[in-house]
T-cell receptor, first 115, second 111 residues
Framework: GAVVSQHPSRVICKSGTSVKIECRSL??????MFWYRQFPKQSLMLMAT?????????EQGVEKDKFLINHASLTLSTLTVTSAHPEDSSFYIC???????????FGSGTQLSVL | QKEVEQNSGPLSVPEGAIASLNCTYS??????FFWYRQYSGKSPELIMS????GDKEDGRFTAQLNKASQYVSLLIRDSQPSDSATYLC???????????FGTGTQLKVEL
């Protein structure tokens, strides 16, 4: 399966600051990457689909101006949480899809804590 | 709304026993089904995928799919303490690697 690197693994920040999370596909070129969010004891919720060279597609209820996604190359997608607030504290996970069989492979995740 | 339902557990089984995890889904058009294992504080890891009705075996794991009943299950034989984790059922919705996840079943394998 695909090897996905995500950085940082943990972030603690003050309310009102912005946080950038990087997701890299290490072993193949990914035209599409996915960003999920997981609150404690809950399932993964798809936030947005990151498309290389074009705008991201956001799921209903996800604020595109708050969660900025950039997919400038075939191996890198970034998620920036702007003006973070305590309610944004969550586990953010990126994933890469294996074309043709719909399998998803996940990065190691980023635990964001906003104080 | 497309949903994937799982019993949250915890499901406790003794070491060496068979653990049976179940999942139902609402979208009859779903074609691809996956089981992921997630340890606490870690990201999900793909264990099994299944695309057609019947059983699919991989080592100690067997995935079972019944599209008519909209039901998919995962059997873990000879359960080990290291199998203790949350198991997420995921169903493809709309194609293009877009998956809907269940809330997961916590499995505890006891010595």
């Amino acid at each position: 399966g695909a090897v996905v690197s995500q950085h940082p693994s943990r972030v603690i920040c003050k309310s009102g600051t912005s946080v950038k999370i990087e997701c890299r596909s290490l072993d193949f070129q990914a035209t599409t990457m996915f960003w999920y969010r997981q609150f404690p004891k809950q399932s993964l919720m798809l936030m947005a689909t990151s498309n290389e060279g074009s705008k991201a597609t956001y799921e209903q209820g996800v604020e595109k101006d708050k969660f900025l996604i950039n997919h400038a190359s075939l191996t890198l997608s970034t998620l920036t949480v702007t003006s973070a607030h305590p309610e944004d504290s969550s586990f953010y996970i990126c994933s890469v899809g294996d074309v043709g069989n719909e399998k998803l492979f996940f990065g190691s995740g980023t635990q964001l804590s906003v104080l | 709304q497309k949903e994937v339902e799982q019993n949250s557990g915890p499901l406790s089984v003794p070491e060496g026993a068979i653990a049976s995890l179940n999942c139902t889904y609402s979208d009859r058009g779903s074609q691809s089904f996956f089981w992921y294992r997630q340890y606490s504080g870690k990201s999900p890891e793909l264990i099994m995928s299944i695309y057609s009705n019947g059983d699919k075996e991989d080592g100690r794991f067997t995935a079972q799919l019944n599209k008519a009943s909209q039901y998919v299950s995962l059997l873990i034989r000879d359960s080990q303490p290291s199998d203790s984790a949350t198991y997420l059922c995921a169903v493809s919705t709309g194609g293009g690697n877009k998956l809907t996840f269940g809330t997961g079943t916590q499995l505890k394998v006891e010595l």
